[in-house]
Nanobody, 118 residues
Framework: QVQLVESGGGLVQPGGSLRLSCAAS????????MGWYRQAPGKQRELVAA???????NYADSVKGRFAISRDNAKNTVYLQMNSLKPEDTAIYYC????????????WGQGTQVTVSS
């Protein structure tokens, strides 16, 4: 069993920055793709950013150039740096780990609220 604990959410003004953290209970990066998802009110959950076990990153078009996903293997932690935040970024953000060999083996964090408002 893998535990994912998220932190770093909060209230920020448009144009501001925030960094989310996802701490894993063990080193899983070698066999798991890691991702950040978000779900806004009235919308389905969507993939925001991901980093594969091999280190390849990808982003939703809506956040390209503004968000950056990274990982610290020594700390078993994945980060999401969020810059130039917009009100439409407001959502609950979730950390996800997916086994690269068995996609059904998946873990989720508890979610952290990000609110972008004046």
């Amino acid at each position: 069993q893998v535990q994912l604990v998220e932190s770093g959410g909060g209230l920020v003004q448009p144009g501001g920055s925030l960094r989310l953290s996802c701490a894993a209970s063990r080193n899983i990066f070698s066999i798991n793709d890691m991702g950040w998802y978000r779900q806004a009110p009235g919308k389905q959950r969507e993939l925001v950013a991901a980093v594969t076990s091999g280190g390849t990153t990808n982003y939703a078009d809506s956040v390209k150039g503004r968000f950056a996903i990274s990982r610290d293997n020594a700390k078993n932690t994945v980060y999401l740096q969020m810059n130039s935040l917009k009100p439409e970024d407001t959502a609950i953000y979730y950390c996800n780990a997916r086994n690269i060999y068995r996609s059904a083996l998946e873990y989720w964090g508890q979610g952290t609220q990000v609110t972008v408002s004046s």
